[in-house]
T-cell receptor
Framework: GAVVSQHPSRVICKSGTSVKIECRSL??????MFWYRQFPKQSLMLMAT?????????EQGVEKDKFLINHASLTLSTLTVTSAHPEDSSFYIC???????????FGPGTRLTVT | AQKVTQAQTEISVVEKEDVTLDCVYE???????LFWYKQPPSGELVFLIR??????QNEISGRYSWNFQKSTSSFNFTITASQVVDSAVYFC??????????????FGTGTRLQVTL
């Protein structure tokens, strides 16, 4: 089956620093990837839709300058949390859409802790 | 705007009991997809089922079964003879449109199921 990986799985960073999270489709090409955020004991909320070769589309209330998304290839999208603060601590999950089958697959998630 | 409601925040059952998790959705689209995912403590989402809006047949997969009723906008999930390994948070989700299987998902708030011995 199709596999989506995320790296790192866990990251701890200091307040004010930036952290990059990678989302890779391992055995398929993905023109579209989605980034979700999940706070403890809450639901998943879509942050943005990442399209290969174009700008990401952000959901209302998500700061595009704080959460930088780059989808430079058909197998990789990155989310950079800039100037992270403790309130950005969350579980970030990506999903990738197979451009051939249109099926969507989720990554295992990245747990970010900002101290 | 689409919305998914899972009114049950937490459910606790004893092993071997049957349990039903409720899901009610709202959408203006005639073409849409409904999903159930399981999220164990590890956090990784486990896909359970997808149903499109034109297929109201109920589905059974082992101990799992799903009841889709468009008349009540519900897509309920039943676990028969629950087991401790079923303990997790379960999410119902909705996507709209012709590319609904691969469109952005709107998730419900989740139901935490705890199965004890």
């Amino acid at each position: 089956g199709a596999v989506v990986s995320q790296h790192p799985s866990r990251v701890i960073c200091k307040s004010g620093t930036s952290v990059k999270i990678e989302c890779r489709s391992l055995d398929f090409q993905a023109t579209t990837m989605f980034w979700y955020r999940q706070f403890p004991k809450q639901s998943l909320m879509l942050m943005a839709t990442s399209n290969e070769g174009s700008k990401a589309t952000y959901e209302q209330g998500v700061e595009k300058d704080k959460f930088l998304i780059n989808h430079a290839s058909l197998t990789l999208s990155t989310l950079t949390v800039t100037s992270a603060h403790p309130e950005d601590s969350s579980f970030y999950i990506c999903s990738a859409r197979d451009w051939d089958s249109y099926e969507q697959y989720f990554g295992p998630g990245t747990r970010l802790t900002v101290t | 705007a689409q919305k998914v409601t899972q009114a049950q925040t937490e459910i606790s059952v004893v092993e071997k009991e049957d349990v039903t998790l409720d899901c009610v959705y709202e959408t203006r689209d005639t073409t849409y997809y409904l999903f159930w995912y399981k999220q164990p403590p590890s956090g990784e989402l486990v896909f359970l089922i997808r149903r499109n809006s034109f297929d109201e047949q109920n589905e059974i997969s082992g101990r799992y079964s799903w009841n889709f009723q468009k008349s009540t906008s519900s897509f309920n999930f039943t676990i028969t003879a629950s087991q401790v390994v079923d303990s997790a948070v379960y999410f119902c989700a909705l996507s709209e449109g012709n590319t609904g299987t691969a469109s952005k998902l709107t998730f419900g708030t989740g139901t935490r199921l705890q199965v004890t011995l």
